[in-house]
């Protein structure tokens, strides 16, 4: 399953150099009240001599919120925050398509125009519901399956969620709307070009995986 899934990128991206240009991809994650500090990220420098800090051992909120993300080469396409007491089960998402599809024809119309647009997700039981499926097949959307549990070959896993985290860990937000606020500004940082790299960065990780006969090697 996972081999069949990157041949299906590794093919026409050494066929097309604009594949990844054609990509939109993302996922749903998280986004709490208060993320503990890597250890990288709370290390301090101290003298030999010195005594070592003390430190506090803090465990993520219990406050949290869910952000719905896809992007491409360019930038972030759709985002939405998932309200209260709502769960992304098949309906949800299939909602969460129509509306990254409608916003693909607003901002990204040559897409629609051309048909290139291969959106790319996990594999979590809401994004291979049949009534999910079903829905894409009527829109005629062509979707790039995700190799199961390679969490380094999605996008969204291994650039965009930890580049939007890291500027939250350690701090200590006051409510959900805190919380959105600070993500959606972290998230207008970034740069084209990272995102460009981004999805590019695909490539090299399903390639080594295509070589080994679709063993997974974690990054």
């Known amino acids: 399953m996972r081999l069949l899934s990157l ?66 080469w360019q930038g972030v396409i759709h985002k939405e925050f998932v309200p209260g007491g709502e769960t992304v089960n098949a309906v949800y998402y299939r909602g969460v398509m129509g509306r990254l599809l409608n916003r693909i024809r607003r901002v990204r119309p040559g897409m629609c125009e051309s048909g290139d647009r291969f959106p790319s997700h996990d594999n979590a039981p809401s994004h291979n519901a049949a009534i999910f499926k079903q829905f894409l097949a009527q829109r005629k959307v062509i979707v790039l399956d995700h190799p199961p549990h390679s969490p380094g070959l999605a996008p969204a896993d291994y650039f965009l969620f930890p580049k939007a985290k890291s500027h939250l860990k350690g701090r200590l937000f006051d409510s959900i709307s805190d919380i959105q606020k600070a993500v959606t500004s972290t998230l207008n940082t970034i740069a084209k070009d990272d995102f460009y790299k981004g999805i590019q960065k695909l490539y090299d990780p399903a390639n080594l995986c295509v070589q080994l006969q679709g063993i997974y090697v974690e990054n």
Do not use: H, N
């Not at 990128?9 to 709490?32: H, L, N, Q, R, Y």
């Not at 030999?48 to 919120?65: A, D, H, I, N």
């Open 7 to 72: 041949r299906d990128v590794i093919a026409p991206a050494d066929s097309d150099p604009d594949f990844f240009k054609k990509i939109v991809t993302g996922d749903e994650t998280w986004c709490f009240a208060y993320d503990p500090t890597t250890k990288r990220q709370s290390a301090a420098w101290v003298g030999e001599t010195w005594p070592r800090p003390k430190k506090l051992r803090f465990q993520k909120s219990l406050v949290k919120t869910m952000l719905v993300i896809f992007f491409d």
